[in-house]
């Protein structure tokens, strides 16, 4: 499915993306050494079993990638001019190696660009769900949204 439109989206509307992923110690370790992010709660099982979790962490960046890039299709693939930024991105729980990720998108807010003509601005709100309906990241973002092109109205 394309990305929807601006005109598409609708505050108060709830998208449950079809994709999930299971994350893998290779992903963890993979990004936290591409990223130089070297906190042994991420790389160092030894260090970690003396941990409040007991085991590594999956770096919270890496889960915000994926949460933000599981949304693409549903949401902005071939739609979108730019993301704007992030105004708010919490963690409330946890993600380990083997714990399997959904998303679900809440539409928040929309508004018409006030310097474009060609495009409206949306705030999303993506939620990283794991496999026990836990939270694991609650990310609000928002992005520059094409407008329907003429030819399509």
């Not at 394309?2 to 994350?23: N, S």
């Not at 992005?143 to 092109?149: F, N, Q, S, V």
């Amino acid at each position: 499915m394309a990305g929807l439109y601006f005109e598409e989206f609708e505050p108060g509307m709830v998208i449950d993306h079809p994709t999930r992923r299971t994350v893998t110690e290779a992903d963890n370790t993979l990004f936290s050494v591409m990223t130089l992010n070297l906190a042994p709660l991420h790389l160092d099982a030894e260090y970690s079993k003396n941990s409040i979790y007991g085991q590594r962490l999956v770096n919270s960046l890496f889960i915000l990638g994926l949460v933000s890039g599981i949304t693409v299709p549903e949401t902005t693939q071939g739609t979108t001019l730019g993301n704007l930024g992030f105004e708010q991105i919490k963690f409330p729980k946890p993600v380990f190696h083997g714990d399997t990720i959904h998303v679900q998108t809440k539409i928040e807010a929309k508004r018409e660009s006030k310097s474009r003509n060609d495009s409206g601005i949306v705030t999303f709100r993506h939620l990283g769900i794991n496999q026990r309906d836990e939270v694991v990241c609650d990310a609000l973002r928002v992005g520059l949204m094409m407008k329907r092109p003429a030819e399509q109205a």
